[in-house]
């Protein structure tokens, strides 16, 4: 039987290998919270007399955030296994600079997107009922991830400095049209209440 170490944590891998991994990092057996949990709740504290002891996890918080975590880790893969298809893994939602737009961005206005659905979805029952309340917390919770990631990726732009500034006059621009058709608007609905 191959086994594997990586900071001392051992457990039983998924494909029947003694496997062990930081849960942090992906071994080859792609191991999850639940593996090192059911090893250390097994009671066996080494696989063989030659390795040292099992070093246990130890984890604060709600159990609950541990358990949405490893559902995020399933939907951020199943989800990049259909937009990607085995390219960069990202490479869908940077898609925005083609626009123009950095990807982190881009994916802010996803993510207001799914802040606008929230809204929805809390006061109304949902009308597309393949989307519930909690999807779209867990799409907003991997967007959040994404976007850090992103983020840190367009720190290292040698002209962020002016596509932000871009941005800004480009967002200044498009309120004052939105803001001088609203006053169109007002105008026109105010005209016609009068003739």
């Known amino acids: 039987m191959e086994n594997h170490k990586h900071d001392n944590i051992y457990f039983q891998g998924c494909c029947g290998h003694d496997a062990a991994s930081n849960i942090l990092e992906n071994c080859c057996h792609h191991p999850s919270l639940a593996h090192v949990e059911e090893f250390a709740s097994s009671g066996r504290k080494r696989l063989n007399d030659d390795m040292p002891p ?11 955030f541990y358990r949405l975590v490893e559902e995020e880790k399933v939907l951020h893969s199943n989800k990049n296994r259909d937009y990607t298809l085995g390219k960069d893994p990202l490479h869908n939602l940077r898609q925005s600079e ?3 737009v950095p ?12 802040y606008s659905r929230e809204e929805t979805l809390a006061l109304n029952p949902p009308a597309v009922v393949e989307e519930s309340f909690l999807d779209v ?13 992103l983020y840190k990726e367009f720190e290292e732009c040698p ?24 006053v169109e608007r007002v105008i026109a ?3 016609d209440e009068i003739g």
């Open 137 to 149: 917390q867990r799409d907003k919770s991997v967007y959040s991830k994404i976007e850090h990631i």
């Open 189 to 191: 609905d105010t005209a």
């Open 54 to 64: 099992l070093i246990e996890p130890k984890f604060f918080g709600h159990p609950d």
């Open 103 to 114: 990807a982190h961005i881009g994916v802010l206005i996803r993510l207001t997107d799914k």
């Open 159 to 182: 002209f962020k400095d002016r596509i932000i500034a871009n941005l800004k006059e480009n967002a200044g621009l498009l309120g004052e049209w939105r803001g001088q058709k609203l």
């Open 98 to 100: 083609k626009f123009g």
